[in-house]
C-alpha cells in the first residue's frame, strides 16, 4: 500500500538550532516526492520537491532535502532555524498509478524556542 | 499572479444541511484537485479534474461532488453534512493532470454542528 510515515508528530528545537524531520514512504513505483509547510490556519506552501536528478534538493526559505532510495527517505533539513519557522510540516508523495495524487503524511509540528 | 482562491473562508453548518465550497486556480491551470484536512492529520485527496472531466476520486462517500466549470474554476459540493465532515477543505491546482506539482489556496474551513 502507498503510504508516507512522518515519525515525529513534535519537535521543539532553539532558534539557530539545525533541524531535521524525518519522512519515509512506501511506494512501489519511482516516487515524486515534496514538502508543504502549512502555518496556522493557512494553506499549504511548497518548500521543494523531488522528481529525478540530483538526490539533494534545495528548496525556499533555506531548506534542503535528500532522497535516499536504498532507506525510503525524504528527510528535510535546515542548518539553523529561525523562529518564523515555527509551523506543520507535511511531506508527501506523488503517486502515478491511477489517478495521480498527494498522500500525505500526518505532519509534523515544529515549536522554535527563543 | 494571484494564486489559488478559495470562498468562504469559513462556514457554519448544521447535520443534514448542503454546502458549496468554490475554487479558483491560478490562471493557466487545467486541473483542480480537492482535499479534506481533519484537525491533526494530513490532507486526504476527495477529487481530481481536468479539463471538465473527473479523473480521479478518493475514498468518498457519494454525499461528496463535484465539478469544473470551463474556466476551469471549481465547486466542491457535500450533501446531509454529517459532524464527521468538519474540516479544513484545500484546492489544489495544476498546469496539467499529471505528474505535477500542485499549488493550494488557504482553505475552507467548515464547522459542522
Known amino acids: 500500500a502507498q503510504s508516507v510515515t512522518q515519525p515525529d508528530i513534535h519537535i521543539t528545537v532553539s532558534e539557530g538550532a539545525s533541524l531535521e524531520l524525518r519522512c519515509n514512504y512506501s511506494y512501489g513505483a519511482t516516487p515524486y516526492l515534496f514538502w508543504y509547510v502549512q502555518s496556522p490556519g493557512q494553506g499549504l506552501q511548497l518548500l521543494l520537491k523531488y522528481f529525478s536528478g540530483d538526490t539533494l534538493v534545495q528548496g525556499i526559505k533555506g531548506f534542503e532535502a535528500e532522497f535516499k532510495r536504498s532507506q525510503s527517505s525524504f528527510n528535510l533539513r535546515k542548518p539553523s532555524v529561525h523562529w518564523s519557522d515555527a509551523a506543520e510540516y507535511f511531506c508527501?508523495?506523488?503517486?502515478?498509478?491511477?489517478?495521480?495524487?498527494?498522500?500525505f503524511g500526518t505532519g509534523t509540528r515544529l515549536k522554535v524556542l527563543a | 499572479d494571484a494564486g489559488v482562491t478559495q470562498s468562504p473562508t469559513h462556514l457554519i453548518k448544521t447535520r443534514g444541511q448542503h454546502v458549496t465550497l468554490r475554487c479558483s486556480p491560478i490562471s493557466g491551470h487545467k486541473s483542480v484537485s480537492w482535499y479534506q484536512q481533519v484537525l491533526g492529520q494530513g490532507p486526504q485527496f476527495i477529487f481530481q479534474?481536468?479539463?471538465?472531466?473527473?479523473?480521479g476520486r478518493g475514498n468518498f462517500p457519494d454525499r461528496f461532488s463535484a465539478r469544473q466549470f470551463p474556466n476551469y474554476s471549481s465547486e466542491l459540493n457535500v450533501n446531509a453534512l454529517l459532524l464527521g465532515d468538519s474540516a479544513l477543505y484545500l484546492c489544489?491546482?495544476?498546469?496539467?493532470?499529471?505528474?505535477?506539482?500542485?499549488?493550494f489556496g488557504p482553505g475552507t474551513r467548515l464547522l459542522v454542528l
Open positions: 479534474y481536468y479539463e471538465k472531466e473527473e479523473r
Open positions: 489544489a491546482s495544476s498546469f496539467l493532470a499529471g505528474v505535477e506539482t500542485q499549488y
Open positions: 508527501a508523495v506523488g503517486t502515478t498509478s491511477g489517478t495521480y495524487k498527494y498522500i
